[in-house]
């Protein structure tokens, strides 16, 4: 069975830095792009950020290129999110997902999800 746990959440404030953490259990992990994407109240869901499986391959929404980043450790089934220069908009809940598939695409269809981080921006 498959879960991801976020964590790291809190409240910021502008231009502060903040790394999001993400522990999965169940499957070969090294086999699973895995994901971040947010949502704020009021807003759809918003991807912010993919690895492959071997951690060779990142890809960022354009929202969020130059300031976070992704990357994961194999050995210990994290994947991180470092997020940094905050803005107010970077507000939302913050969710880590997995996909069966070890590259990532526009097309990768994420399966599991955990249950999501806060992360609060203040001015």
């Known amino acids: 069975q498959v879960q991801l746990v976020e964590s790291g959440g809190g409240l910021v404030q502008v231009g502060d830095s903040l790394r999001l953490s993400c522990s999965a259990s169940g499957g070969t992990f090294s086999r699973s792009a895995m994901g971040w994407f947010r949502q704020a109240p009021g807003k759809e869901r918003e991807f912010v950020a993919a690895i492959s499986g071997s951690g060779l391959f990142t890809y960022y929404g354009d929202s969020v290129k130059g300031r976070f980043i992704i990357s994961r450790d194999n050995a210990k089934n994290m994947v991180y999110l470092q997020l940094n220069s905050l803005k107010f908009e970077d507000t939302a809940v913050y969710y880590c997902?997995?996909?069966?598939?070890?590259?990532?695409?526009?097309?990768?269809?994420?399966?599991?999800w955990g249950q999501g981080t806060q992360v609060t921006v203040s001015s």
């Open positions: 997902a997995r996909a069966d598939a070890s590259s990532y695409s526009v097309r990768t269809v994420f399966g599991y």
